[in-house]
């Protein structure tokens, strides 16, 4: 096995020595270190005059200089590609390499794995709309947001299996919307609101929403959770622009309430900071492994219910930043 090197401090004692006179046999003796060692200190002193240590070529690559040129552009060119079809591209071209192998000749080029986010497609039409509803609303008074009622359903699955994708992307890419399966075995449907006071009344829907449910949702819970947030009547309501949600008897209803509703854009999660707090829930839920949709349902509201007042607070005071970013991306993707 081989010996630990000697200290900076040793190797400049033996220099120091050497320069005094002292011959190999004296300096090895006085140092207590073989004499083959002195002598190699001393010749790498006369050719780099130093001691300290020099930078080491290491393990010599099994991957070629083509092969690696291929690998980054492969890489590169093909987003979606994974480690496995990179391995086995080089194995056919003679260089058999593990795939860790493949991940750091990436990362050094900058080629980072990542899952893609989810991300609706934009049409120019939506991305229109997304930048104009941020530019008019950029100047709004944080009391404004914190009149809004924010509103949103999700499905929360109870077993599925997400489609991993390992992509060779700058990291300036990360936001690219990319297509990602999921399978769902079975699921429920949820619909709360919430705004700077807290998260709104949780409610389990069973069978398919339409209009005439949506409507009944709003008569028995959307009052309710106003006043259980302290809001009064005086409060701004936000919805998407699914069907339902903009029939015409929806629209009378909220008419015939007096409830004003906010202006929105279509295909605009980003938007809705309500989205974050379904990303919390749906990983807090799946952590408590719910095994058939009883589990499930009691999970969901639980942790629905744990969610802070000052989460829900800091999402809203910090909503203008949403709005400057959807501005920067001219009313594409964002991180949010």
């Known amino acids: ?44 002193w006369k050719e780099y005059q130093t001691t300290a240590n020099l930078p080491r070529p290491g393990r010599p690559s099994k991957l070629s200089a083509h092969t690696r040129r291929r690998l980054i552009r492969d890489a590169a060119q093909r987003p979606m590609i994974t480690l496995d079809e990179l391995q086995r591209s080089t194995a056919e071209v003679g ?63 109870l077993l599925a299996t997400m489609q991993n994708v390992m992509f060779g992307v700058k990291a300036t890419q990360l936001n690219t919307p990319s297509p990602l399966s999921n399978m769902v075995v079975a699921a429920s449907w949820f619909g709360p609101a919430f705004l700077q006071q807290g998260q709104g009344r949780w409610l389990k829907i069973d069978g398919k929403m339409d209009g005439a449910k949506y409507r009944t949702i709003l008569e028995e819970n959307l009052m309710e959770s106003a006043k259980d947030l302290r809001l009064g009547r005086r409060f701004v309501f936000q919805q998407d622009n699914d069907p339902k949600h903009k029939a015409k008897s929806t629209m009378e209803w909220f008419k015939n309430k007096h409830i004003q509703v906010l202006e929105w854009p279509s295909q605009s999660p980003d938007l ?65």
């Open 272 to 336: 809705n900071p309500i989205e974050n707090l379904w990303k919390e829930l749906k990983t807090a839920v799946h952590k408590c492994s719910p095994s058939n949709l009883t589990e499930l349902k009691l999970f969901c509201k639980e942790e629905w219910e744990k969610m802070s007042v000052s989460r829900c607070a800091k999402l809203i005071k910090t909503y203008p930043k949403r709005l400057t970013a959807v501005i920067a991306a001219k009313g594409g993707a964002t991180k949010y």
């Open 95 to 157: 260089d058999s390499v593990h795939r860790t192998t493949i991940s750091r000749i990436l990362h050094k080029s900058g080629l980072n794995g990542r899952v893609a986010r989810r991300k609706p497609f934009l049409k120019d039409i939506h991305k229109k709309c997304c930048l104009k509803f941020a530019t008019s609303h950029l100047g709004d008074t944080p009391n404004m947001w914190k009149k809004v009622l924010w509103s949103d359903e999700t499905k929360i699955e």
């Open 1 to 44: 096995m081989k010996n630990k090197e000697h200290t900076r401090q040793v190797r400049d004692t033996v220099v120091k020595k050497f320069k005094a006179g002292f011959g190999y046999k004296n300096i090895s003796q006085a140092l207590n270190i073989p004499r083959s060692t002195v002598q190699a200190i001393i010749l790498k």
